[in-house]
């Protein structure tokens, strides 16, 4: 997620203690105060207020950060709104946070609440209304709790969740709405048990749901991709071949790619890496020998203008090595 040049400053002030952050904010208008405190508690909501995130923000400012210990997001603002603005103003504002959140993203409730909660609610929910809710939470997270619906209605939603990107927004607004008011209807402590796993997007969709079945346990993976080829075989060949693409190979564990490349020709490489991201190229060159990347850079001095099929080619090769490992559950990632 790229950072607005807010969220940069709400991160920035929550590495300083409140009554040193409350400082720098004194003579700040209100207005500002109120949209760092909402830019801020939205990143801790949505997960983005972590450590490694605030960490490489800081670098942009100093050469060394010393990290400090983070309080709490809701006791850092109430100190923080306090401080700079008086109990009576800060009370205003924190009663807007919420609001301003919703507007923002109507799902908040929903990745708020528990897996065991959502999961009593999703079970009862029509498979269309489960498909946009998981299509709005975070790849891993819907694969948890795929794998935890029920086995009737699992592959019911899969399926739907390859085109909840053509539902309108005001539909989506609809389904958070009913079902953050059935999460807030449940008795506080709902004990519910259930299996575990699946699926997110398309090309978009379709994307979204492989995302989501490659963290899949293989023999769950397994059963709904046999489903699934029975109700609609081609959209289950994208969706498989979509779980691995070239931009993937960042997220792939090392010692699983150090396997896939091992026998790739030097020179279908040095075609592969042509122009590519140096991200890429710099996960790729971590895993072979340095024997290896000499002769990459060997090949790819002898290169004037390589085909653009020549150099899809030879990357859809080692992609499609990953493919056949994944599909044997020997390919393990990093997200």
């Known amino acids: 997620m790229a950072l607005t040049g807010k969220q940069k400053a709400a991160l920035l002030l929550s590495t300083l203690d409140a009554s040193t952050a409350a400082d720098l904010l004194k003579g700040v208008d209100e207005h500002i105060v109120k949209d760092l405190a909402v830019e801020l508690a939205y990143l801790d909501i949505s997960g983005h207020h972590d450590s490694d995130n605030t960490i490489e923000l800081a670098k942009e400012f100093c050469q060394t950060v010393q990290k400090s210990e983070k309080s709490h997001t809701k006791s850092f603002l109430d100190k923080l709104l306090k401080s700079s603005l008086g109990n009576e103003k800060a009370a205003n504002i924190q009663t807007q946070i919420s609001g301003l959140l919703h ?92 299996p575990g796993v699946v699926v997110s997007e398309k090309k978009q969709g379709h994307r979204k749901v492989a995302v989501v079945m490659r963290n899949l346990a293989k023999e769950l993976r397994d059963g709904l991709i046999e489903s699934m080829k029975k109700t609609d075989e081609q959209a289950c060949k994208q969706i498989t071949d979509l779980m691995i693409i070239w931009e993937d190979i960042t997220q792939v564990a090392d010692r699983s790619l150090q396997d896939g490349l091992r026998g790739i020709e030097p020179q279908k490489m040095a075609l592969a890496l042509f122009k590519v991201d140096e991200k890429i190229v710099a996960k790729i060159r971590a895993n072979i020998s340095e024997r290896a990347s000499a002769m990459i850079d060997e090949e790819t001095s002898l290169m004037s203008s390589p085909k653009k099929e020549d150099i899809e080619q030879a990357r859809e090769q080692i992609v499609s090595i990953l493919r056949e490992m994944n599909a044997k559950g020997e390919l393990v990632f990093v997200e």
């Open 103 to 194: 507007q923002r993203d109507p799902f908040i409730p929903i990745k708020q609440a528990k897996n065991s909660t959502l999961i009593a609610v999703l079970n009862g929910e029509h498979p269309q209304a489960a498909a946009v809710v998981l299509s709005e939470l975070e790849a891993k997270r819907s694969s948890e709790l795929l794998g935890m619906l029920k086995e009737e209605l699992r592959l019911n939603v899969i399926s739907r969740m390859t085109g909840t990107e053509n539902i309108s927004t005001d539909a989506k607004k609809r389904i958070a709405a009913m079902v953050s008011q059935k999460i807030s209807e449940l008795p506080v402590s709902s004990p519910v048990s259930s």
